[in-house]
């Protein structure tokens, strides 16, 4: 019985121990979200199998016959006066087409491959910038919670010290109703801000094609410095670019294709006939004459798309300098707002604090004027912590505008 015991003890022991093993939450950097996001993303996922169905047109046009051989064959009986033979016929063809026409046919699908890589290109793009917000606003909401865990801290202190010298006459009873009035309020907040790190993980996951308890580490550190010329020059690989070009190219392939198309097919071939016992031999050759149909409406609509294309070329890559130069003007601006907040209102902070709790615990400060001073000194900090999210967040959207985010 001791033996069953402990073995059953043992048992518990390593089931509890590989069930809090595979409870453990994941935590994951700025650098694995962003690999996760390229390997594992449902929609660069999809993207990717998507090229692999265009790479199959490309396998067509490469073919160097487009038609498949044809064997056609004859048999009957000859019945003439006082004879009867029995007639066969076989023969063998094959249709060849202009070279040009599969040189179209193979640009137009290379165009076509092109645009599905830029394609992933793009998905990735907005996947990623997706990815890297979700995990500032997670980075962000943890930041918060630890700030509003340590002024709810003194929060705690400041009902305490109220409390106290309530008990012993010094203050009414209303500022210890209103020292737990600014504590409701700071638990509510932190209640707010884990709130949106759940929202913030939940996006993440969604990202990743993750199914487990995650969260991230790393802080809201201040960004670096850019320079436009550099991401204007950059903006323009943009994979919206690559794509309209590959687009044009394949609607000029189209356009040649049509052309081609004014050229006659050729085609040989080879029949053996047997007629009254005579064996036959014959070779031939069947000329295609583009008289009526030569590929009129592929060389139209190729000619049109292409020319709509480069419209739309032209004005994309317009666009694309103006919201790259309004994204660095914005992020230029964000960057500002840290710098101020480090410089003006920051520095001083902590002394502050420290100054106002020992000021009121000795009956120099009243509790208003704690509270005030306390109020200000947290709004302070979160907007600290806001200008650090959004110079982040700036930062995301020009590096995915200026398609270093890739």
Same mark, same amino acid.
């Given at each position: ?7 059953v ?10 069930g ?32 692999e169905e265009?790479?199959?047109r ?5 073919l ?14 000859r ?30 699908a ?18 990623l ?22 002024t ?56 990743l ?38 687009? *044009?190219? $394949? !609607? =000029? @392939?189209?356009?040649? &294709? ?9 085609? +040989?071939? %080879? ?68 710098? *101020?907040? $480090? !410089? =003006? @209102?920051?520095?001083? &902070? ?9 000021? +009121?615990? %000795? ?5 208003p ?38």
């Amino acid at each position: 019985m001791r033996i069953g015991s402990c073995a059953v003890a043992v048992c518990a022991a390593v089931c509890l121990q590989a069930g809090s093993a595979g409870a453990q939450t994941r935590v994951l950097t700025l650098a694995e979200v962003l690999t996760r996001a390229r390997e594992q993303a449902p929609q660069i996922v999809s993207a990717r199998l998507a090229l692999e169905e265009i790479r199959g047109r490309l396998l067509g046009a490469s073919l160097r016959f487009q038609t498949n051989p044809e064997i056609d064959v004859g048999l009957g009986n000859r019945q003439g006066t006082g004879s009867r033979f029995t007639d066969f016929g076989i023969g063998l063809g094959q249709t060849f087409e202009p070279g040009s026409r599969r040189s179209a046919r193979v640009a137009g699908a290379n165009a076509a491959v092109a645009q599905g890589s830029a394609n992933v290109d793009e998905v990735t793009r907005v996947v990623l910038r997706s990815a890297a917000a979700a995990y500032y606003r997670a980075v962000h909401a943890n930041q918060r919670i630890r700030l509003l865990d340590a002024t709810r801290e003194l929060a705690v202190g400041v009902y305490s010290v109220a409390d106290r010298r309530y008990r012993a006459g010094d203050v009414a009873v209303l500022d210890v109703n209103i020292a737990r009035a600014s504590l409701g309020r700071l638990r509510a907040a932190q209640e707010a801000a884990e709130s949106q790190k759940a929202l913030a993980l939940g996006d993440l996951k969604q990202l990743l094609r993750l199914d487990e308890d995650i969260s991230v580490e790393g802080d809201l550190a201040h960004p670096p410095e850019a320079d436009l010329t550099a991401v204007l020059q950059t903006a323009l690989q943009r994979p919206e670019l690559r794509a309209l070009e590959a687009a *044009v190219q $394949e !609607a =000029e @392939a189209e356009a040649r &294709l049509g052309g081609a198309y004014s050229k006659p097919d050729f085609g +040989f071939g %080879v029949r053996y006939s047997r007629e009254e016992g005579d064996q036959i031999v014959l070779g031939g050759m069947t000329v295609t004459l583009p008289v009526f149909s030569k590929g009129q409406e592929l060389s139209a609509v190729g000619a049109a798309r292409a020319a709509r294309l480069r419209a739309e070329l032209d004005a994309a890559r317009t666009r694309v300098r103006v919201e790259v130069r309004s994204v660095f003007d914005a992020y230029a601006r964000r960057l500002a707002a840290v710098r *101020v907040l $480090e !410089a =003006e @209102a920051i520095p001083g &902070l902590d002394e502050n604090e420290t100054l106002t709790a020992r000021s +009121f615990e %000795v009956g120099q400060l009243g509790l208003p004027e704690l509270l005030l001073i306390r109020r200000e000194i947290l709004d302070t900090r979160s907007q600290y912590l806001d200008a650090l999210l959004e110079a982040a967040l700036a930062r995301i959207d020009l590096d995915a505008s200026a398609a270093v985010l890739r």
